[in-house]
């Protein structure tokens, strides 16, 4: 169960929280990285208090090459930040990318993201196909778990485009849209829109909501899912959905309400509407005790997808683009972008 703490040690948290927040390199979530083509993405999670133990890659096809491998870390601490270090398949590992501190949550909640694309693909680059398995230590108790997103091609692969997100759940919620060029047939053969989310210091009860299209898909995201442990305890305290299924969100009107049947892996279709040519998704943690820090679209065809505020290495490409058009144009003148 999560550690039980007084107000003041929760408003003190909270304090050192926003603090932290000020100066976090990141937002709320956000778009990362986009992939089209023929592309696919595996997500997984484990968590254990023993801070060792294996995690494993879903299903990934014979003759598949790695694009990317990245490892998230999700992590608590009841008086400041700490720093996470560990193993994936015997490597160190560097979680040289802090996330942002949920400032709106206790415990100085954190997801911290390393690229770990020189571990796995050599593993999987030319393997048999399969799950794959990856030793892995963490270095802190405040480690609360890993996520592990591969994102791979292959030539047998219909045409896709993978998204990834994350950060920190905003106190506001946080909001994403995938937007299609041509309108949108849920029902065509080979049509589908998957997401899941991993979600850190989560158990008990605690949980987020999860809207498509304005329309609620589950009020009872979250839980610690992803634990090898059987329990409930600091450092096990993450959940984070596989992409391939099974499916455990509700669908328009029958949300999912049921806490221990979402496993956090979604089908956004039965939300959309023959000629939609967005999806909308709005993640909300009104306890604000949980803290979302991972979200992954896989969607067949090619889509752009968005959200509230890039981060800021995007922010810094969107200012290049526009000082380059800037100077494109000028010179065109001259010659005539908690607890539970």
Not at 38 to 56: K, M
Not at 180 to 186: C, D, T
Not at 263 to 273: G, K
Request: proline content about 4%.
């Amino acid at each position: 169960m999560k550690s039980f703490i007084s107000r003041a040690v929760l408003a003190a948290a909270t304090i050192t929280g926003v603090a932290a927040f000020a100066s976090a390199a990141q937002a709320s979530d956000t778009v990362f990285q986009t992939f089209t083509g023929d592309v696919g993405v595996s997500t997984s999670g484990w968590g254990s208090t023993s801070n060792s133990g294996t995690i494993s890659t879903e299903a990934i096809a014979a003759g598949s090459t790695v694009t990317a491998a990245y490892l998230y870390t999700s992590t608590f601490d009841f008086s400041s930040p700490i720093t996470p270090g560990g193993t994936l398949g015997g490597q160190a590992v560097n979680y040289s990318t802090a996330l942002g501190v949920n400032s709106s949550a206790c415990c100085n909640l954190q997801a911290w993201r390393a690229d770990v694309t020189s571990i796995v693909a050599p593993v999987i680059n030319g393997g048999g196909g399969g799950a794959y398995n990856f030793g892995i230590t963490e270095t802190q108790a405040g480690q609360d778990g890993e996520a592990l997103v591969v994102v791979y091609s292959n030539a047998a692969q219909t045409t896709q485009t993978v998204a990834i997100l994350n950060g920190f759940a905003s106190s506001a919620g946080d909001t994403s849209t995938i937007s299609f060029g041509a309108p949108l047939n849920p029902s065509a053969p080979g049509f589908f829109a998957h997401m899941i989310i991993g979600d850190g210091f989560s158990c008990c009860s605690q949980s987020s909501t999860i809207a498509v299209d304005g329309q609620m898909m589950t009020t009872v995201a979250g839980n610690n899912d992803s634990s090898v442990d059987g329990g409930a305890s600091n450092g096990n305290l993450i959940t984070v959905g596989h992409m391939a299924g099974p499916y455990t969100g509700g669908t328009p009107g029958f949300p999912q309400t049921d806490y221990n049947a979402d496993h956090e892996s979604y089908d956004l279709s039965p939300f959309i509407t023959n000629g939609d040519t967005s999806i909308g998704i709005n993640t909300v943690n009104a306890s604000r005790d949980d803290n979302i820090f991972l979200e992954v679209y896989d969607v067949s065809g090619i889509a752009s997808v968005t959200s509230g505020v890039p981060e800021p290495a995007t922010w810094a490409m969107f200012l290049l683009g526009f000082g380059a058009i800037g100077w494109t144009l000028r010179g065109r003148r001259n010659h005539g972008a908690a607890t539970a």
